[in-house]
């Protein structure tokens, strides 16, 4: 269990009212077992039962100000569906992030014979090319108002790029802890930032217990630990958007990559939510949870009906899903069962078969984690757990530039000449044979 919830600080929690003005639809935060409230502070577990902590909104409130003319008036970022996120003012990290392209894969769905097929495109999201860029938004936002001067992070490598970027420029000071193995690309997109990062000799499992423990002695704010229930919200908006970018409608299947198990059961949330407020039909979707084979503890506890999630050694080229004992791992199984979804897995050939269909026939560069979600949907369209005509969102969380060594013994050769074109000509044949 991580440290005691009463060691949680917040250095100021009467902003709202200091400002003199309460912007905030927030309650407070709750706990998501046994439902008891407290306020909203920098604490994450539940005193009583060890639950974790969810925010809590008031939703009527929210419903007497949010239509969808108001969000579709606003600025092309996260940041449109504010009222849905847990700030007590205006948003002052990652005023850009979020709003990426929702892209009608038609060469994609012809391949694997499907009627209506959509990318979520988060490798473009502003300003690291992962969706970690929406989660880190909500919490250095969230950490400003607390007045917190030290943010950090336990990361597998897109949180650390996009806590390292976003840090800087919100000018607070940033410790990033991430596993001694990582890839270079994601080393080097959080120390161009110039960061605190500290290379942990262990696998992300055993750098989050480090983190826990620092948490616990150092006054700073852990976007993963301490402040998680204001950083989990961000991963909403990539539901939202979905909901949105369809003409206000949910689609019939989504496939999400799984690593720490938050994103997707927070895809599920945001669609209730905007069902709550009367601003999309009841969703029927069904949510698909996709991972490597070398680290599959989510989809191994769906297939075989286990209630308990059992924590394994992650053996992966897919380092960012490389998560062997997932903090939200009991939710993200339950938001597969509770909506008729399944859950497939992906060996490390099959992901880099699958990164390369999607930059072939989509044009578009994914890193490890999508060619596991693209991988699995493939899967799970030829099992027919996917039914063939109705309309399926594949969510890719990242850019392939971060992760482009997998790549290196799977390409084509790189063709060569001398500045001349009898050179040329001598290769044309070949090529077009
Ligand atoms: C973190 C991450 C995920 C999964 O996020 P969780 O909320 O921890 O399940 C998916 N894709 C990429 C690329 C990530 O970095
Ligand atoms: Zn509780």
């Known amino acids: 269990m991580p440290a005691s919830a009463s060691r949680g600080f917040a250095p100021s929690t009467n902003l709202a009212t200091q400002r003199g003005k309460n912007l905030s639809f927030v309650k407070g935060l709750k706990c998501r077992e046994c439902g008891r409230e407290y306020p909203k502070k920098a604490i994450y577990v539940c005193?009583?039962?060890?639950?974790?902590?969810?925010?809590?909104?008031?939703?009527?409130?929210?419903?007497?100000?949010?239509?969808?003319?108001?969000?579709?008036?606003?600025?092309?970022?996260?940041?449109?569906?504010?009222?849905?996120?847990?700030?007590?003012?205006?948003?002052?990290?990652?005023?850009?992030?979020?709003?990426?392209?929702?892209?009608?894969?038609?060469?994609?769905?012809?391949?694997?014979?499907?009627?209506?097929?959509?990318?979520?495109?988060?490798?473009?999201?502003?300003?690291?090319?992962?969706?970690?860029?929406?989660?880190?938004?909500?919490?250095?936002?969230?950490?400003?108002?607390?007045?917190?001067?030290?943010?950090?992070?336990?990361?597998?490598?897109?949180?650390?790029?996009?806590?390292?970027?976003?840090?800087?420029?919100?000018?607070?000071?940033?410790?990033?802890?991430?596993?001694?193995?990582?890839e270079l690309s994601k080393v080097i997109g959080s120390l161009v930032f110039h960061p605190n990062l500290i290379a942990v000799e262990g696998n992300y499992d055993e750098v989050n217990r480090l983190c826990s423990e620092i948490a616990s002695k150092f006054k700073w704010a852990f976007v993963n630990i301490n402040i998680r229930p204001y950083y989990a919200e961000g991963s909403k908006t990539f539901s939202y958007e979905i909901a949105e970018q369809l003409g206000w409608k949910a689609p019939q299947h989504i496939v999400v990559p799984v690593a720490g198990g938050s994103l997707i059961s927070k895809i599920l949330k945001g669609l209730k939510e905007f069902h709550k407020l009367g601003l999309i039909d009841e969703p029927k979707t069904r949510i698909y949870a996709a991972q490597p084979h070398g680290c599959s503890p989510v989809v191994t506890a769906i297939k075989e009906n286990n209630d308990i999630i059992k924590p394994v050694k992650p053996k992966t080229i897919s380092k960012s899903l490389a998560i062997g004992n997932p903090a939200d791992g009991y939710y993200a199984v339950d938001t597969v069962r509770s909506t008729g979804g399944w859950a497939e897995e992906v060996t490390d050939s099959e992901i880099v078969e699958a990164i390369k269909l999607l930059a072939e026939t989509e044009g578009i560069f994914t890193e490890t984690a999508g060619g596991v979600t693209v991988g699995a949907t493939k899967k799970l369209i030829e099992q027919g757990k996917i039914p063939k005509d109705e309309s399926i969102v594949i969510c890719i969380t990242a850019h392939g530039l971060k992760t482009q060594e997998v790549l290196l013994d799977h390409l084509p050769k790189l063709v060569k000449i001398k500045p001349n074109i009898i050179s040329f000509e001598q290769i044309f044949d070949k090529l077009n044979g």
């Open 47 to 182: 005193e009583f039962c060890f639950g974790s902590l969810e925010v809590d909104y008031d939703y009527s409130k929210i419903k007497s100000h949010l239509t969808r003319e108001i969000i579709a008036s606003r600025a092309e970022n996260l940041w449109r569906y504010k009222e849905l996120l847990p700030l007590d003012g205006e948003p002052t990290v990652g005023l850009n992030s979020g709003f990426t392209p929702l892209i009608r894969a038609e060469n994609l769905a012809r391949i694997l014979k499907v009627k209506e097929l959509y990318i979520k495109d988060d490798s473009v999201c502003h300003p690291t090319l992962s969706f970690k860029d929406r989660v880190v938004a909500v919490a250095l936002s969230k950490a400003k108002e607390f007045e917190f001067d030290t943010v950090a992070c336990a990361s597998t490598g897109n949180l650390a790029n996009s806590v390292s970027a976003q840090a800087a420029k919100a000018n607070l000071k940033r410790f990033i802890f991430i596993p001694a193995d990582l």
